[in-house]
């Protein structure tokens, strides 16, 4: 969506800004420490945590189900597999 239609200066396409306006996109390493702390606060902030790990990745890392729940009981935790 980048790159549909007429584009801005930036080439950025004005549809693609106002679909994502207020979003943020963050990419966290949880196999080091300081990103599973990062990855344990964020939820508290978060409205939607969407992960595209192979399926029981983030289980084995740490942050399955309850805990997510424990974080913030109205995340919504999308998951994204192939």
Avoid: Q
Wanted: aromatic share 4%.
């Amino acid at each position: 969506m980048r790159g549909l239609g007429p584009r801005d200066a930036d080439g950025i396409s004005p549809f693609w800004k106002t679909i994502n306006a207020g979003k943020a996109v963050v990419e966290i390493d949880l196999k080091l420490s300081a990103g599973a702390a990062l990855l344990a606060d964020l939820p508290s902030r978060a409205d939607v945590l969407l992960e595209s790990y192979r399926p029981g990745v983030l289980n084995r890392l740490g942050f399955d189900a309850a805990r997510l729940g424990a974080l913030n009981a109205r995340l919504i935790h999308a998951t994204l597999t192939g």
